[in-house]
């Protein structure tokens, strides 16, 4: 079920998301074109690797010392692979520019990072011995998706779903998500050899952010 467009109008241009989505893109290029050995190094350094803030002593021996938990915003911009990074941008690119148009681009950005941040925050609680970097823009983009279920409800998302092509309302389409999201971790957690490499519960708590949060960032216009 993969999501081609919305039929929501947008007022705006959104630079905020072309920028961040510019940055996403640019980095992720260079970091395909860098050395592997530092490619690695830069992931495992600027990725929120969970393991270096529950045992300090462990991540300084490893070469990754305190850094204050930036890592836990400079990994939304890092991707592991190209189906990470295309997805994720595919995403921002059909949902995030209404947001941003019934925010603003100062408010936008600011609740972006905030819902990035709070859902590595989630991701770090879930598995926070975790010895591997958690990176990407999807946690961050969850809370977008929240901000558009609830701003957008009733308009139609265009799908496609094997072999069609559907309309269905937003609603439905992110209700859907939400829930192969809690399919996901339940199976993860519990059914044996069936771990997730995504960030899962970044997505839930990403999500639980935006919900939360969006309403705060609206312009005093668009308040619902």
């Known amino acids: 079920m993969i999501p081609i467009r919305d039929t929501a109008p947008c007022n705006s241009t959104p630079y905020v998301t072309w920028g961040l989505m510019t940055i996403c893109i640019l980095i992720f290029l260079v970091m395909q074109v860098i050395p592997y050995e530092m490619s690695a190094r830069l992931i495992y350094l600027y990725g929120m690797v969970p393991n270096r803030y529950a045992n300090p002593q462990w991540g300084l021996a490893n070469g990754m010392p305190f850094d204050g938990y930036l890592s836990f915003l400079t990994s ?4 592991g692979n190209w189906l990470h ?3 994720n941008m595919w995403f921002m690119w059909i949902f995030a520019d209404n947001v941003e148009d019934r925010m603003g681009r100062w408010r936008f950005i600011a609740f972006y990072l905030i819902c990035g941040l709070l859902a590595t925050m989630m991701q770090w609680y879930s598995a926070p011995t975790l010895q591997i970097p958690v990176v990407g823009a999807s946690g961050a983009i969850a809370g977008v998706l929240a901000a558009y279920y609830f701003l957008y409800p009733y308009e139609r998302v265009v799908v496609f779903f094997f072999p069609i092509i559907v309309h269905i309302p937003a609603v439905t389409f992110l209700g859907l998500w939400v829930i192969f999201q809690l ?3 339940t199976t993860s957690t519990y059914v044996p050899g069936a771990a997730s490499s995504s960030a899962l519960w970044a997505h839930i708590g990403g999500f ?3 919900a939360i949060l969006h309403r705060f960032f609206l312009r005093k216009d668009e308040v619902v």
């Open 76 to 79: 939304l911009f890092l991707h």
């Open 85 to 87: 990074i295309i997805f």
């Open 183 to 185: 399919y996901d971790i």
């Open 208 to 210: 639980i952010a935006g």
